[in-house]
C-alpha cells in the first residue's frame, strides 16, 4: 500500500509570510502612485487704463495736493504687496499712455521707466499705445528699457507685425513664469480702437481661434494656470470666456470697468474663467490670489486695493 505522508503547515508562520509579503506589496504600491500635488498659492496685481496719470489726482486737498490714484500711490500699494509675498505677479492691460499733460511732456518713457522699476511683469497693448503708429511706440520703449531683452514682456497673441517693423522684437505672443513652482503661462489681445493708428501691424480681431491655439501652446508647454490680458472691455471678456477652454483669468482693460469681485463666467467643457478689472487711471488696484494643486485652480480672495486719501505715495517714485 502506497503510504502518501503530508507536512503540517505552521499556520503562525503561514500567517506572518502573507503579512510580510502584504507589507512589501504595499511599499511597491506607495512609491510608484505619484505625490498627491501640494498646493501653491499665485498672488497677481493688476492694473489698467492708466493713461499717463504719474501723480495723483482730484479732489485736491489743503495743499492742492491730488488725494485719489496716481502712480506713487499704486507703487506704494505694489510695494505692500510684494513686501509680504516677494513673488507675486504685477501685469497691465493696457493704454498706458496718453491721457494726462505728463503725456504730453514725457511721451510714456517716464511711465514706462517706473512701471519697470516697481516691478511690472507683463503687459498688453491698449489702442493708445498705437496712437502714433507702432515705430514711434517701438522709440519710446527703447528710450524707456533700452532692449526688449531687458524690458517687460510685452504681450501680443493676436498682432501681425512685419518682419522689418523696430516693434516686431518688443512683442511676444505668449509668456510662461515659473512661481511658487507653478508654471503660469500668459497670452495677451490688443483692440482696434480710436485713436488707435496701428499700421502696418495688424489687429486681428478673430480672436477665438488665435487665443485658443495659443492656450493649447502653453498647456503643451506644462502651464498649469493661464491668465489672459485682454484690453477689449467687458462684453469683450465674456464672450472670450464662453468660447475658449482652458483659460483661467482674463484681465480687463479699455472700458475703465471696477469690478469689486470677479465675474464668474462657466467656459465650454466645464470650469470657470474670473474675469477682473481695475478701474483707471491709477485709481485702484486688483489683487486676486489663487491656488493652484496640479491642473486644479481655485480662488482664494480677491480685493480692489483703493489708492486713496490715506494711502501713502512711494517716495521713490
Request: glycine share 10%; hydrophobic share 50%; with cysteine.
Amino acid at each position: 500500500m502506497l503510504i502518501i505522508k503530508r507536512k503540517r503547515v505552521n499556520r503562525t508562520s503561514l500567517a506572518q509570510g502573507l503579512s510580510m509579503i502584504l507589507f512589501v506589496f504595499g511599499l511597491f504600491l506607495m512609491a510608484a502612485a505619484p505625490a498627491a500635488a501640494q498646493p501653491a498659492q499665485i498672488t497677481l496685481l493688476h492694473i489698467n487704463d492708466t493713461h499717463s496719470h504719474l501723480a495723483a489726482w482730484g479732489p485736491k486737498d489743503g495743499n492742492l495736493d491730488g488725494t485719489l490714484g496716481g502712480l506713487p500711490k499704486v507703487a506704494w500699494i505694489v510695494a505692500m504687496e510684494k513686501a509680504s509675498d516677494p513673488n507675486a505677479l504685477f501685469v497691465d492691460d493696457g493704454d498706458i499712455m496718453d491721457g494726462d499733460f505728463f503725456f504730453n511732456e514725457y511721451l510714456g518713457v517716464a511711465e514706462f521707466q517706473l512701471l519697470k522699476s516697481i516691478g511690472l511683469d507683463a503687459m498688453v497693448l491698449g489702442n493708445h499705445e498705437f496712437r502714433f503708429g507702432p515705430s514711434f511706440l517701438a522709440d519710446i520703449l527703447q528710450s524707456a528699457w533700452g532692449t526688449p531683452a531687458g524690458g517687460v514682456a510685452i504681450l501680443g497673441t493676436n498682432l501681425q507685425i512685419p518682419a522689418d517693423n523696430p516693434l516686431l522684437p518688443w512683442i511676444s505672443p505668449t509668456l510662461i513664469k515659473v512661481v511658487n513652482g507653478v508654471k503660469v503661462g500668459f497670452i495677451g489681445l490688443s483692440t482696434k480702437g480710436a485713436p488707435a493708428n496701428p499700421a502696418p501691424v495688424a489687429v486681428q480681431k478673430t480672436v477665438c481661434p488665435i487665443s485658443q491655439l495659443a492656450v493649447n501652446s502653453l498647456r503643451g508647454a506644462g502651464a498649469q494656470l493661464v491668465v489672459c490680458l485682454y484690453h477689449g472691455g467687458m462684453d469683450a471678456a465674456r464672450a472670450l470666456a464662453a468660447c475658449v477652454p482652458g483659460i483661467d483669468v482674463i484681465v480687463n482693460g479699455h472700458d475703465n470697468a471696477a469690478l469689486e469681485q470677479p465675474e464668474q463666467i462657466a467656459r465650454p467643457g466645464g470650469g470657470t474663467t474670473l474675469i477682473v478689472s481695475a478701474g483707471h487711471l491709477y485709481r485702484y488696484v486688483g489683487r486676486l490670489r489663487l491656488s493652484v494643486a496640479g491642473s486644479e485652480v481655485s480662488m482664494i480672495d480677491y480685493a480692489l486695493l483703493s489708492a486713496d486719501a490715506d494711502t501713502p505715495s512711494l517716495p521713490a517714485v
